[in-house]
């Protein structure tokens, strides 16, 4: 088939963006054909496989008549960025007539037979007010239902235009669930996809045996991801022996902040700054432990690439995360319980210090564990691979686009 691919934002940056990249390389795999309209940063050439330089439309921000940051799903991006929320009138009908100009030049000189798009939100609106004859397959990632909440002056503009939609691709069934309650799109046309890593490149490595303990904090350097709460636990550990990697952009205020929490750990904190995948599959297979403690997630891909690479986790306990680590062994996976979150998305100042004080239990016994058991089994490790590897996500995928164009 023909499939157009529709981003927002970043290819290859960002969880959502990483999802693309593999969706086009595994299509391409399968003899299908790509074209990509997405949204990038001034004069940036994203590096992407499985679709050629000629069937790409880039909507450039920064840059006129887009002179504002390129919006983010996520309030705090690992690059320069603006928010939905304080989108003026005129910018946003920039935006949308930005975008509508790369869809229709893509449409006409491509003719696809699909159009997959990402997020339940404005450019998929966008797509499918545009082109209506197209099948369109939609993606959720979690941030485009947090939008949605947050944003109520988009919702009219939304929601008609997703309720249209063919298919609707989730993560899991809680997020099924949540944009059934949402968005009022029926749930025989929601499919639950998963999300994939790529099981070439994220595999089971020898562990040197501590000390120390290698732990490892791969994603953006935020407070929505508990950074801070992090290196507040990690500073207050009594324990000695271990040592913290933290990878991923650090960008704005909340970037400096956590930086600067992370230099008064000295020498026990290395930051590593962004990685590209091959890097971040390097460390991963030398650290024994993975820590998110994120207060929102749908199915982080960290997750599911950590536990491959044969790390023990720690993760928040949130539904996506749950549903996809349930079964295994506790001594491998231990999930952080969260307080009820504030309006602002975190645990309510009164609140942190117990939290704060729980993830270093956690680290703790974890650290123990490592020493004690030695290595995570590398069967155990592949056996993720099973249900969340790319060639399984993207054959779910395939039935997908497949029910979209029988209608």
């Given at each position: 088939?023909?499939?157009?691919?529709l981003?927002?934002?970043h290819?290859q940056?960002?969880?959502?963006g990483?999802?693309v990249?593999q969706v086009m390389?595994?299509a391409?795999?399968?003899?299908?054909?790509?074209a990509l309209v997405?949204?990038?940063?001034?004069d940036?050439?994203?590096?992407l496989?499985?679709?050629?330089?000629e069937?790409?439309r880039?909507v450039?921000?920064?840059?006129?008549?887009l002179?504002?940051?390129?919006?983010?799903?996520?309030?705090?991006m690992?690059?320069?960025?603006?928010?939905?929320?304080g989108?003026?009138?005129?910018?946003?009908?920039?935006y949308?007539?930005?975008?509508?100009?790369?869809?229709?030049?893509m449409?006409s000189?491509?003719?696809p037979?699909?159009?997959?798009?990402h997020?339940?939100?404005l450019l998929?609106?966008?797509?499918?007010?545009?082109?209506?004859?197209?099948?369109?397959?939609?993606s959720?990632?979690?941030t485009?239902?947090?939008?949605?909440r947050?944003?109520?002056?988009?919702?009219?503009?939304?929601a008609?235009?997703?309720?249209?939609?063919?298919?609707?691709?989730?993560l899991?069934?809680?997020?099924?669930?949540?944009?059934?309650?949402l968005h009022?799109?029926?749930?025989?046309?929601?499919?639950i996809?998963?999300?994939?890593?790529?099981e070439?490149?994220?595999?089971?490595?020898e562990?040197?045996?501590p000390?120390?303990?290698?732990l490892?904090?791969?994603?953006?350097?935020?407070?929505?991801?508990?950074?801070?709460?992090?290196l507040?636990?990690?500073?207050?550990?009594?324990?000695?022996?271990?040592?913290?990697?933290?990878?991923?952009?650090?960008?704005?205020?909340?970037?400096?902040?956590?930086?600067?929490?992370?230099?008064?750990?000295?020498?026990?904190?290395?930051?590593?700054?962004?990685?590209?995948?091959?890097?971040?599959a390097?460390?991963m297979?030398?650290?024994h432990?993975?820590v998110?403690?994120?207060?929102?997630?749908?199915?982080p891909?960290?997750?599911?690439?950590?536990m491959?690479?044969?790390c023990?986790?720690?993760?928040?306990d949130?539904?996506g995360?749950?549903?996809?680590?349930?079964?295994?062994?506790?001594?491998?996976?231990?999930?952080?319980?969260?307080?009820?979150?504030?309006?602002?998305?975190r645990?309510?100042?009164?609140?942190?210090?117990?939290?704060?004080g729980?993830?270093?239990?956690?680290?703790?016994l974890?650290?123990?564990g490592?020493?004690?058991e030695?290595?995570?089994?590398?069967?155990e490790?592949?056996?993720?691979a099973?249900?969340?590897?790319?060639?399984?996500?993207?054959?779910?995928?395939?039935?997908?686009?497949?029910?979209?164009?029988?209608?």
């Amino acid at each position: 088939m023909r499939i157009l691919h529709l981003l927002s934002q970043h290819p290859q940056s960002t969880g959502s963006g990483i999802y693309v990249g593999q969706v086009m390389r595994m299509a391409a795999a399968a003899g299908h054909v790509n074209a990509l309209v997405a949204g990038v940063s001034g004069d940036m050439e994203p590096s992407l496989a499985g679709v050629s330089t000629e069937l790409r439309r880039y909507v450039r921000f920064a840059t006129p008549p887009l002179e504002f940051p390129i919006p983010g799903m996520s309030d705090v991006m690992p690059y320069a960025s603006s928010r939905f929320s304080g989108l003026s009138p005129a910018q946003l009908a920039t935006y949308r007539e930005a975008f509508a100009a790369a869809l229709a030049d893509m449409v006409s000189i491509f003719r696809p037979e699909i159009i997959h798009s990402h997020h339940l939100w404005l450019l998929t609106a966008l797509a499918r007010e545009r082109c209506a004859d197209i099948p369109i397959v939609a993606s959720c990632h979690s941030t485009d239902l947090r939008q949605f909440r947050q944003c109520p002056q988009y919702r009219q503009a939304v929601a008609p235009a997703c309720r249209r939609l063919q298919r609707v691709l989730a993560l899991g069934p809680s997020q099924r669930q949540e944009i059934v309650a949402l968005h009022g799109i029926d749930e025989g046309r929601i499919d639950i996809v998963g999300a994939g890593f790529d099981e070439e490149l994220f595999t089971w490595g020898e562990k040197a045996p501590p000390p120390p303990v290698e732990l490892l904090y791969a994603g953006k350097l935020s407070l929505a991801k508990g950074v801070d709460l992090l290196l507040g636990a990690f500073a207050g550990l009594s324990a000695s022996g271990l040592h913290l990697h933290l990878a991923g952009s650090a960008a704005g205020p909340e970037g400096e902040l956590c930086r600067g929490l992370a230099a008064r750990c000295g020498s026990a904190v290395t930051l590593h700054g962004p990685l590209d995948q091959r890097r971040l599959a390097k460390l991963m297979r030398r650290c024994h432990i993975f820590v998110l403690p994120s207060f929102a997630e749908g199915l982080p891909l960290v997750v599911l690439e950590a536990m491959a690479s044969g790390c023990r986790l720690i993760v928040s306990d949130l539904p996506g995360c749950r549903e996809a680590l349930q079964g295994f062994d506790p001594r491998r996976v231990a999930f952080l319980q969260l307080p009820p979150l504030g309006g602002d998305g975190r645990p309510e100042p009164a609140n942190m210090a117990a939290l704060q004080g729980r993830l270093a239990a956690l680290i703790e016994l974890m650290a123990q564990g490592v020493g004690e058991e030695g290595q995570v089994d590398g069967a155990e490790a592949a056996g993720i691979a099973a249900g969340y590897g790319w060639r399984a996500v993207f054959a779910r995928i395939e039935r997908s686009y497949a029910r979209a164009v029988a209608g």
